[in-house]
């Protein structure tokens, strides 16, 4: 063999990565907490542990995810600004379902051919996620898979971890019969149910740059829509005793009615009023466009709530107070009631016009 081979002949630039790692770093710098020690580039994030101190018995509470075949959509789109929002959204809201506080975060970014460009805005877009949940960046890894993966394919994973006092642990073992149900509006298609939704616009030959008058905007700009990070809003929730929160779901893969059964226990039902909140334009015209049943739909997307806690009805009312003055549209949404057997919930009724 007379070629002398290389990293780079086997399709990894380290010069790029070393640039992206360059361009990525002012944005990280917004994503800090004074508990942060260092900067990035070491072999591990540190977190300055003697924060929790001051915990009775601090539990710890750890989450990972991705944002599945969103990913597509910001490639087709050319437009790798808020996907990384999508990654922080789906890891920290998982955390703050049982109270607990994200800490800090890392992300992992797959990608065929490193472009620094497009690696630096991901990241912005993670650092810029993390900032809106109160969450430190504290490290990460981009790995270039030259032969595994195109060269403008990629794919986000990200792992956080958080921390709740025991005593004021979230969860099923809390909730009891005429609890109320509140839900917090989606900002739309969130990160869940993308291969659904992909198919059924190919089916239906839609275009990306399709104007969607219902919406005022095209397919793809709404398809692109961050998912809405509601970390900060539900430990402020969490947080009021006034509210009296028993337990809360992060409406993602499965739809409402499986994401809530899960903070139910056995013996206890959640209803769920449809006509407490208008169906938004997209989840309809995607419906329309796939001849989707409702139970699919339903059981697919997130049909506009991204978020539910669990009250008592002495709270409720000023858990809803909180959240406007938070700038969180919420209503209620329904209710817990006694069933024998398996903790479940269940949608009735039809959409409000």
Same mark, same amino acid.
């Given at each position: ?43 591990? %994030? ?115 971890? %958080? ?24 900002? %739309? ?165």
């Amino acid at each position: 063999m007379n070629k002398q081979l290389s990293y780079a002949a086997a399709g990894v630039d380290l010069e790029a990565g070393d640039r992206a790692v360059e361009l990525m770093k002012a944005s990280i710098a917004l994503a800090r907490r004074k508990e942060m020690i260092g900067g990035i580039g070491g072999f591990a %994030g540190l977190f300055d542990a003697s924060a929790l101190k001051h915990y009775r018995k601090p539990l710890l509470a750890t989450s990972t995810d991705g944002v599945g075949t969103k990913v597509e959509i910001a490639r087709r789109m050319s437009d790798f600004s808020t996907i990384g929002e999508d990654l922080v959204a789906m890891v920290v809201d998982d955390l703050v379902v049982c109270g607990a506080e994200p800490l800090f975060m890392t992300d992992y970014i797959a990608i065929g051919k490193v472009i620094p460009e497009k690696v630096a805005m991901i990241v912005a877009g993670i650092a810029n996620g993390c900032r809106k949940a109160g969450t430190a960046l504290i490290g990460g890894e981009t790995a270039e898979h030259p032969g595994l993966l195109k060269p403008d394919e990629f794919d986000l994973a990200g792992a956080a971890t %958080g921390v709740v006092e025991e005593d004021l642990l979230l969860g099923a073992e809390k909730v009891a019969s005429g609890d109320l149900v509140i839900a917090m509006t989606s900002s %739309g298609l969130h990160a869940n149910g993308y291969s659904l939704v992909r198919h059924i616009i190919k089916v239906a030959d839609w275009g990306l740059g399709r104007e969607l008058p219902e919406i005022g905007h095209t397919l793809g700009e709404e398809l692109i829509i961050p998912t809405r990070i509601y970390a900060l809003d539900a430990l402020a929730l969490a947080r009021d005793k006034g509210s009296m929160v028993h337990a809360m779901a992060h409406i993602t893969g499965g739809g409402l009615a499986a994401n809530l059964a899960r903070a139910i226990p056995p013996g206890l039902y959640a209803t769920i009023d449809r006509s407490t909140w208008a169906l938004p334009p997209i989840f309809r015209l995607l419906a329309e466009a796939g001849s989707l049943d409702r139970l699919e739909l339903e059981r697919t997307l997130n049909v506009g709530v991204g978020m539910v806690a669990v009250v008592d009805p002495a709270g409720a009312d000023r858990a809803l107070r909180l959240l406007a003055e938070r700038g969180q549209d919420a209503f209620i949404a329904g209710q817990i009631v006694t069933r024998e057997g398996l903790g479940g919930a269940a949608l009735v009724g039809d959409y409000r016009n």
